[in-house]
């Protein structure tokens, strides 16, 4: 990786040049370096940079020395670049409310993880820093947050099942928080499926916060798939895992009673009862909408606990989600119902669809036959002639 260095020496004399200038500008550090001890000199100089943040005004000059401090971290022998690394990260992220030079941090923190070779475990470190300081200071978009890339990674680096979770743990944070609720869902169902059966019990914190994800999401209604990972299994018997079951096969009268026992719980997860109430009606329409080609109004209303001058104005909402397709016929006071997703899909569902599948492909095996039927007796009618 090519990056613009504060002067383009030897190893040995870009020690001298560095210690030299951090001196010169008031960092506390000898402009002699340390006799046959280069790690030694790397870790002062590491220190003596953060003076730089808070003294050096220009942006440039400080960019450049910081990534002569990479270039040396980058070329130490991979069983003693993980210490530096760490300190640069601590160096480099430490931003205070208001810092303006935020991006440049990032930038630099980038520049560390393109330059250190991509099965380097190191470079673990360095992305959860990124995560962290662009979380921190509202930038996660200069940041590749890709699910599939940060798996890709993952497996290249071979780090330990703890530091990958810390990982998505912290991505699910900065994703949540960024109104990315979506992409959060993907990383903390993607974090849920490290554990086992034998350490299921240490997710019950981001098994928790996966379902209250799930919940709070307007968008979110496929839920049933939670109830199938061990760490939310580990939670059976407790009130969110009852929550989360009214949620995916339960009545909204279920989830009135449950409020109405549990008001202090539900407030404690920072859930909105109309909300809650809003997304009941939504995934019980779903349901009722199912193998229906129409609903009455009298139906909406009873089954739903809405007013009938309300119903239209539940229709238009739902259909703002895309979750179902549907047409209000006001005259004849009833719901024509063209298309729903559905609210549980279970093997059921993925067996009909192996069905329709095998069912498509026999169609055009029928019709690639008809085809060469029809090719064959062109061919004899032209040769007779």
Not at 6 to 20: S, T
Not at 48 to 75: C, P, Q, R
Not at 153 to 171: F, G
Not at 213 to 219: E, F, G, I, R
């Amino acid at each position: 990786m090519s990056i613009p260095v504060f002067i383009d020496l030897p190893i040995n004399e870009q020690v001298l040049e560095l210690r030299g200038y951090l001196k010169e500008v008031g960092a506390d550090i000898s402009a002699e370096a340390l006799e046959g001890n280069s790690l030694g000199d790397l870790r002062q100089i590491i220190e003596a940079s953060k003076y730089l943040w808070e003294n050096l005004n220009n942006d440039a000059d400080l960019e450049m020395t910081m990534n002569s401090i990479i270039s040396l971290v980058l070329v130490l022998p991979p069983d003693q670049i993980q210490e530096p690394v760490l300190q640069f990260c601590e160096a480099v992220a430490k931003s205070s409310s208001g810092d303006k030079r935020a991006s440049l941090r990032i930038k630099l923190l980038s520049n560390l993880f393109s330059g250190l070779d991509e099965k380097s475990s190191s470079r673990a470190d360095v992305y959860l820093c990124l995560v962290k300081l662009a979380h921190q200071t509202d930038l996660l978009y200069l940041v590749n947050t890709n699910l599939t890339n940060v798996k890709k990674w993952a497996k290249q680096w071979d780090v330990s099942s703890t530091k990958y979770q810390n990982i998505l743990r912290s991505l699910h944070d900065a994703l949540l928080d960024t109104k990315t609720s979506e992409a959060a869902t993907k990383v903390m169902i993607d974090l849920l499926g490290t554990y086992t059966e034998d350490n299921a019990s240490q997710a019950k914190n981001d098994a928790h916060r996966c379902i209250v994800t799930h919940l709070v999401d307007p968008n979110t209604f496929l839920m049933d798939h939670l109830l199938l990972l061990k760490p939310v299994k580990f939670l059976e018997g407790e009130l969110i895992h009852d929550l989360l079951s009214i949620f995916v096969s339960g009545t909204i009268t279920q989830y009135q009673q449950f409020y109405k026992t549990n008001t202090d719980f539900v407030k404690s997860l920072g859930l909105s009862h109309d909300q809650n109430l809003r997304k009941m009606r939504m995934l019980t329409f779903m349901q009722m909408s199912e193998n229906k080609k129409e609903l009455d109004y009298s139906v909406i209303q009873k089954e739903l606990d809405l007013q009938e001058s309300d119903i239209e104005e539940f229709i238009i909402d739902i259909l703002r989600t895309k979750s179902v397709r549907v047409k209000i016929d006001q005259m004849q006071k009833k719901v024509v119902i063209h298309s729903s997703i559905h609210r549980q899909f279970g093997r059921q569902h993925w067996q009909m669809i192996q069905q329709s599948l095998l069912h498509w492909r026999d169609n055009l095996d029928t019709v690639q036959t008809s085809l060469k039927q029809l090719d064959m007796l062109r061919t004899q009618q032209v040769g007779a002639q």
